[in-house]
Every structure is written in structure tokens, then in C-alpha cells.
């Protein structure tokens, strides 16, 4: 099963800041790419997801993510955060099942 | 509405009394799963199911069994629950044509 890592455990940032967060799996051929979002108290919930075509995905809230096939990256960004994007992110990759990365927990401050 | 249920959604117990926690989809996926979420670990797979009376281990199924008699329900037992499964537990539902698992809202369990 894939490696993936999230680079960040814990980003702070304030509300209008750019938001980007790193994300590799660890070896190639097919995959499905995924970030999920959970939010406080929440369920996890798909923001975007990357199965082929265009290497740049959006998602919903704004989010998008960029695929890099030759650095095995899934970075996921948006330009301006808001205080509701206070969260935990996941990155997932799917070749023949689903691998999570370990979460990266994002503080927006008003 | 499309949803995977959990309950319970809280459970405090001791070591060694089993328990269950029952899982529900009602989109008629075939694929079910469960995880564990713990800090810095992200989430682990306990055991999946391709389909009905068809279930295999994940990547941390020690401790854990599940069964799947029907399509929409995937129950997750431990049968002599320990301290070191005191985790946040999450089923999910998944379509393989799409690829996208849709989750349910988590079970916190502490075992005392």
C-alpha cells in the first residue's frame, strides 16, 4: 500500500492568508488522489478528488489541488482562508485501497 | 438522504466487555469499511468488505471482527476490548465504479 505524507502537522494562519499544504505518496503507477476535510466535531467530507485529465482540480469552499505526477504531490491550496476553514486535513491516495496520510490541522485566526 | 450512521456515537467502557458498534449505509454500496483515527497516525484501515460475506483485514485488524450478513450493515466487534483501542472510529461506504468513500460520523471509543 502507498506512503502518504502530509508535511505539515499544524499550520496557524490568518483569515485572507494563502493556504497551501503538502502532500506525497510514495511510489507511482495509477492512483486516485483525495483530500478530505474534517471539520471540528465532524465527519470527514470530500473536498476534491483527482482520477485523471487536468492536473489541477477544484473543489468545493474554494479549495483546489494541483497534481505533480513526476513528484508523486498532491498539494492542496486556496488563495484566502476564512475562520470556517478551521480544520483537519487529509490526504488520501488510492491505488488498489485507500491510504491516508497522518492529517494536518489547520488554525485560521480572526 | 445518502448517509452512513454510526452508533453509538460516544461509548465509555471497561477492558474485556465486548461491545459492537453497528454501521448502516443506505446508498446500497457494495464496499464498506472501517478506520481508526488516532493523532499523528492519521486514518488506518481495520478490515473491509467487498460485498455481501465477503470481509478482509486492513492495515490494524488485531483485536477487531467484523460480519456482513446484509449489504447496508457492517458491524464492528471487539470481543475483549483493551485501553489500547481507546480511538475515534470511522465506517465508510464507497460505490467502486466512483471511488470516493462517503463516511459516517464517528464513534469516540474509550476503554477504560
Known amino acids: 500500500a502507498q506512503s502518504v505524507s502530509q508535511h505539515n502537522h499544524h499550520v496557524i494562519l490568518s483569515e485572507a492568508a494563502s493556504l497551501e499544504l503538502g502532500c506525497n505518496y510514495s511510489y507511482g503507477g495509477t492512483v486516485n488522489l483525495f483530500w478530505y476535510v474534517q471539520y471540528p466535531g465532524q465527519h470527514l467530507q470530500l473536498l476534491l478528488k483527482y482520477f485523471s485529465g487536468d492536473p489541477l482540480v477544484k473543489g468545493i469552499k474554494g479549495f483546489e489541488a494541483e497534481f505533480i505526477k513526476s513528484k508523486f504531490s498532491f498539494n492542496l491550496r486556496k488563495p484566502s482562508v476564512q475562520w470556517s476553514d478551521t480544520a483537519e486535513y487529509f490526504c488520501a491516495v488510492n491505488d488498489y485501497k485507500l491510504s491516508f496520510g497522518a492529517g494536518t490541522t489547520v488554525t485560521v485566526r480572526a | 438522504e445518502a448517509q452512513v450512521t454510526q452508533n453509538p456515537r460516544y461509548l465509555i467502557t471497561v477492558t474485556g466487555k465486548k461491545l459492537t458498534v453497528t454501521c448502516s449505509q443506505n446508498m446500497n454500496h457494495e464496499y464498506m469499511s472501517w478506520y481508526r483515527q488516532d493523532p499523528g497516525l492519521g486514518l488506518r484501515q481495520i478490515y473491509y468488505s467487498m460485498n455481501v460475506e465477503v470481509t478482509d483485514k486492513g492495515d490494524v485488524p488485531e483485536g477487531y471482527k467484523v460480519s456482513r450478513k446484509e449489504k447496508r450493515n457492517f458491524p464492528l466487534i471487539l470481543e475483549s476490548p483493551s485501553p489500547n483501542q481507546t480511538s475515534l472510529y470511522f465506517c465508510?461506504?464507497?460505490?467502486?465504479?466512483?471511488?470516493?468513500?462517503?463516511f459516517g460520523p464517528g464513534t469516540r471509543l474509550t476503554v477504560l
Open positions: 465508510a461506504s464507497q460505490q467502486p465504479s466512483t471511488d470516493t468513500q462517503y
